[in-house]
């Protein structure tokens, strides 16, 4: 599952984000709750295609925010065989 954290303007209160078309890429706002609805509904996935916009939905619409990376616990050595003496 992605965490990301969405960045919103603080005068407007919208969402800036990219919609990636055929001829060209268009850049504008929406609601937060139209963007909420989104990300609920569809293939959510992180994206480094735009700049500042990690977080796509179905690779056409590219939202501006920070995705959390997960932390990785750290790794427990290996345990290893003692070597056994015979006698």
Request: include cysteine.
């Amino acid at each position: 599952m992605l965490n990301f954290i969405l960045n919103r303007n603080p005068v407007t209160r919208n969402v800036s984000y990219i919609m990636k078309q055929p001829n060209a890429n268009v850049k504008a706002e929406m609601p937060m709750e139209n963007a909420l609805k989104m990300l609920q509904n569809k293939n959510v996935h992180a994206s480094d295609l735009f700049d500042g916009y990690p977080v796509t939905v179905d690779d056409v619409y590219f939202f501006d925010g920070d995705v959390e990376k997960p932390v990785e616990e750290p790794k427990k050595p290996k345990k290893r065989i003692k070597d056994v003496v015979c006698e």
